[in-house]
């Protein structure tokens, strides 16, 4: 069962606390994570208005007005965060909360939520808002970290709400409707998928022609899982976002989004879901 703590704590504006995506100082696995959610995000925006929900530093929301969103909207816990969105990116940015989200009924085209729901004490309180101001027609796009995969060693205190990935499924499904999974960054993978070459985890791990050949594979067709950020990266993340529709070597890049697979025995870190309005036919 879900059991959320009775408080968290809040992550300070722009301070790099590893809870907001801060694209000049993000470690290499915050920023490719982040870059690759909105990257998937940018897929399901033209044409409509989006809200982006914990909406942080804004280079995802202007990300996401560049794919094509007629309006997007940033709503984010600090005043001083949404200065900083709007003076940056021109972005409509908003203080509020996930539990009062300071938008209209039926508004919205699309909301994207990524890793804002492990810190909702109410998270069904929180999807029930997103369903208010979602039009009939709407979409969610959520991720969250997996529980039991995702700091096992050490909890984080930012999160109230973690969740299994049956736990997330299972409340996504008590409010919407064609709801899809996604797994991103896999913690481990079996001895036989092609996918112990993008995990943390490998059983093969140890064994120096595997250990070779995971180095030169990495090194040469998915140097991001290596390098760190470089500072044009850093300085144009929202081209990098763009540019990461269009990635290459998904077996081997770990923050690519991948169609969650329960027989091919992948543990995520993260999940991601993209879930329907419930009166959508």
Known sequence: ?????????????????????????????TFWEHVYRYAFATHFVKGKRVLDIACGEGYGSAALQK???????????????CRHVRAKYGIDARPGSAEKI?????????????????????????LDECLRVLTPDGRLIISTPNKGVYGVD??????????????????????F??????????????????????????????????DRLHR??????????????TAEERSSVIEQISNARKSQHPFLNPYILRPRRRWNGERPTYIVASATHPCQK
Request: proline share 10%; glycine share 4%; aromatic share 8%.
């Open 1 to 29: 069962m879900l059991t959320p703590t009775d408080t968290c704590k809040t992550p300070l504006a722009l301070t790099d606390t590893g809870e907001r995506m801060i694209p000049e100082s993000s470690d290499r696995p």
């Open 67 to 81: 794919a094509g969103a007629t309006h997007v909207t940033g709503v984010d816990v600090s005043e001083e965060v």
């Open 102 to 126: 300071p938008i209209a009924d039926a508004s919205i085209d699309v909301i994207v939520s990524f890793e804002t729901i492990e810190h909702v004490p109410n998270p069904l309180g929180f």
């Open 154 to 175: 050490s909890p984080n205190p930012y999160h109230c709400s973690e969740m299994t990935e049956d736990e997330f499924s299972f409340l996504l499904r008590a409010r």
């Open 177 to 210: 409707r064609k709801v899809k999974l996604y797994s991103q960054h896999p913690h481990s993978a079996p001895r036989w998928s092609f996918r112990t070459l993008a995990a943390d985890v490998s059983p093969w791990q140890g064994l120096r022609l595997f």
């Open 216 to 229: 030169s594979a990495q090194f040469r067709l998915a140097p991001r899982t290596v390098y760190d950020p």
